[in-house]
């Protein structure tokens, strides 16, 4: 039986690929509302009963240097041929805006993706996995001068 971090995991990219061929991007608004695309959702707290809002989140650099790491480590120890963009342009070019915050467990959730793939293939589509960013929290994502 699957467990149920595993099962998160799949339901959560298969939000992505759903999202990433529609053009929706999940986030997750300050006010603890889910939302993305306007599909509708319930803005449900996840079932763990806690908000969106009160979840922990993460700086830009933190969660972008998080992703690569596992996806690029991840690619060596497989050895497959791994190209992308730096951080941050990398989150950047994901969600068009600068300095937002990223929850930890979505960054987690994902990072966790890279590490499990077994191929280069399962690499590839793991790389397609989305994490929440808190809309409306630029600039707190990037460090103050």
Do not use: K, N
Request: contains cysteine; hydrophobic residues 35%.
């Amino acid at each position: 039986m699957e467990s149920i971090a595993r099962r998160a995991l799949l339901c959560t990219f298969t939000l992505a690929v759903i999202g990433a061929m529609c053009g929706c991007a999940a986030t997750v608004h300050s006010d603890g509302e889910a939302g993305g695309g306007g599909d509708g959702g319930d803005g449900g707290d996840g079932g763990d009963g806690a908000s969106a809002a009160s979840a922990p989140t993460m700086g830009e650099s933190q969660a972008c240097e998080a992703l690569l790491d596992s996806y690029i480590v991840r690619g060596l120890e497989l050895g497959c041929p791994t190209t992308t963009r730096l951080c941050p342009d990398h989150l950047r070019a994901e969600y068009g805006t600068e300095c937002l915050l990223y929850t930890v467990a979505s960054v987690d959730l994902c990072a966790a993706d890279h590490r499990s793939a077994t191929t280069c293939e399962e690499l590839y589509t793991s790389f397609e996995c989305r994490v929440a960013a808190v809309a409306d929290s630029a600039p707190s994502g990037c460090a103050t001068p």
